[in-house]
């Protein structure tokens, strides 16, 4: 298991455009807050990884990896939740997709702590001395979603070295390496 140190700065190293999240919401009302995370990404050559946790025929000139299991961050000193999520909604019209994106659709916000209820985005950061951001899926509700974590202490990312793949590998097989198929109904096993 890898311990991945992601306080500060570091935590902008972290990619979650690809990811699906899994709040642990009973731990927002604690002072560490767990979010299990499926398909972060890395990027090697800006933020590479140390030699020995990428796998040893991991070829140098594939720089994005590509975590295809749980992974879980932990939050450490959290004073404050905001997220807003667009849930996903079926549609079945003859030319519509079947999920649409949610956009036009009232959102669900959810806030704990430091955060007045209410806060407008703009607003977010004066409220907020220590954020940490993540646009991605959510994986309850199901949605594309803005979650934001204010915590002072020791942010860290546990995972799994064995499940980095090429992010091509995983374009090329998202049914192989994707959370619709892999990880809806496992957890992060640490």
């Known amino acids: 298991m890898v311990h991945y140190a992601a306080t500060g700065d570091r ?11 899994r709040c642990d919401y009973a731990s927002f009302g604690t002072e560490t807050a767990f979010v299990d995370v499926w398909g972060i990404l890395f990027h090697l050559r800006e933020h590479p990884l140390p030699p020995d946790v990428l796998p040893p025929d991991w070829k140098q000139n594939d720089t994005l990896a590509f975590h295809a299991g749980w992974s879980r961050l932990t939050l450490g000193g959290l ?45 977010l950061y004066s409220v907020l001395k220590h954020p940490y951001e993540m ?21 860290t990312l546990q995972f799994r070295a064995s499940d980095l793949v090429p992010l091509q590998n995983y374009s090329a097989e998202p049914s192989r390496y994707g959370w619709w198929e892999n990880g809806r109904m496992k957890s992060f096993n640490g």
């Open 79 to 123: 004073t404050g939740v905001h997220i807003r999520v667009y849930p996903y909604a079926p549609s079945f019209g003859p030319a519509a997709p079947f999920l649409d994106s949610g956009e036009g659709s009232p959102c669900v916000e959810y806030v704990r702590g430091v955060i007045p209820s209410g806060v407008k985005p703009d607003e």
């Open 135 to 155: 646009y991605s899926v959510l994986e309850h509700p199901y949605g594309h979603a803005s979650v934001v974590l204010d915590a002072h202490r020791e942010v």
């Open 11 to 21: 935590f902008e190293h972290l990619d979650f455009e690809e990811a699906v999240l």
